[in-house]
């Protein structure tokens, strides 16, 4: 089973800016959307943006609207999550995955995901 691999976190400040990485090779990438999702500890994780195969129509939790774009480059099988004036409460583990619209449900395995510390 396909397991993405996420990159691109790190440490930083309030206010400040990460692009986080994700790499999900296989034949099918093309036709699929791609999700950026995150956890926290003791938090569920929650679905941060979606993107439709095409690049053409995006969505964005009101979490992180305004401040996070998702991008996708399916030449290089990879997507993308500009990160904007972070804040504290954006601190997690940030995943990306394949992303079944309606279920609601990720196909791909887990990667390992990166963190993200935003520090005060």
């Known amino acids: 089973q396909v397991q993405p691999v996420e990159s691109g976190g790190g440490l930083v400040q309030v206010g400040g800016s990460l692009r986080l990485s994700c790499a999900r090779s296989g034949p099918t990438f093309t036709y699929m959307t791609m999700a950026w999702f995150r956890q926290s500890p003791a938090k569920e994780r929650e679905l941060l943006a979606y993107?439709?195969?095409?690049?053409?129509?995006?969505y964005y939790a009101e979490s992180v609207k305004g401040r996070f774009t998702i991008s996708r480059d399916n030449a290089k099988e990879m997507v993308y999550l500009q990160m904007q004036d972070l804040k504290p409460e954006d601190t997690a583990v940030y995943y990306c995955?394949?992303?079944?619209?309606?279920?609601?449900?990720?196909?791909?395995?887990w990667g390992q995901g990166t963190q993200v510390t935003v520090s005060s």
């Open positions: 995955n394949s992303y079944a619209v309606n279920s609601g449900r990720a196909r791909d395995s």
């Open positions: 993107i439709n195969s095409s690049g053409s129509a995006t």
